[in-house]
T-cell receptor
């Protein structure tokens, strides 16, 4: 079945460092890909998404490109802030309307 | 953007009792709602999918008689944990999706259940 694999954390960075969180997927067909963020004590929020190959999703300085050839959707940010400290989940949905399949989540801690 | 609420945000109940968690879409009609369970420092595990007016579809390994899901209207779904036990303690999260070909799901803030 479909699955998502993302790098395990925790990831610890200093403020203004470059961030990459790797995410690869296995799916039949053409899934839509998502990154969700969960801040401490809060629910999941959609960070960005891409629905077809070569699409780039971007939001709040984060970006990820849907790479079908490498089945990847790596999350990047050029300069992280302390406020970016959270758990990041990569996810996919195989068809519109089906439930999301999540990776295990990567905890990011940014220190000043 | 679309907002999904959950109530209560946290609940403590005694072993053997039942507890109901509500999930509401506040500004859109949700034809489909999903219930997830999240263990500490782990990912979200899909428990069931519910479509308005029909029976929920449960994932393998989820006891449908223990986790009762009702999606009686386009804005409300409920999850009732019956005869709760300490191992049911977890973070329960719902998400809601509009109808048609909409991909995006909107998540509630979650409900922390502690069974003593």
């Amino acid at each position: 079945g479909d699955s998502v694999t993302q790098m395990e954390g925790p990831v610890t960075l200093s403020e203004e460092a470059f961030l990459t969180i790797n995410c690869t997927y296995t799916a039949t067909g053409y899934p839509s890909l998502f990154w969700y963020v969960q801040y401490p004590g809060e629910g999941l929020q959609l960070l960005l998404k891409a629905t077809k190959a070569d699409d780039k999703g971007s939001n709040k300085g984060f970006e990820a490109t849907y790479r079908k050839e490498t089945t990847s959707f790596h999350l990047e940010k050029g300069s992280v802030q302390v406020s970016d400290s959270a758990v990041y989940f990569c996810a996919l949905t195989g068809q519109a309307g089906t439930a999301l399949i999540f990776g295990k989540g990567t905890t990011l801690s940014v220190s000043s | 953007g679309a907002v999904v609420s959950q109530h209560p945000s946290w609940v403590i109940c005694k072993s053997g009792t039942s507890v109901k968690i509500e999930c509401r879409s506040l500004d859109f009609q949700a034809t489909t709602m999903f219930w997830y369970r999240q263990f500490p420092k782990q990912s979200l595990m899909l428990m069931a999918t519910s479509n308005e007016g029909s029976k929920a579809t449960y994932e393998q390994g989820v006891e449908k008689d223990k986790f009762l899901i009702n999606h009686a209207s386009l804005t409300l779904s409920t999850l009732t944990v019956t005869s709760a036990h300490p191992e049911d303690s977890s973070f329960y999260i719902c998400s809601a999706r509009e109808g048609g070909q909409a991909y995006e799901q909107y998540f509630g803030p979650g409900t922390r259940l502690t069974v003593t």
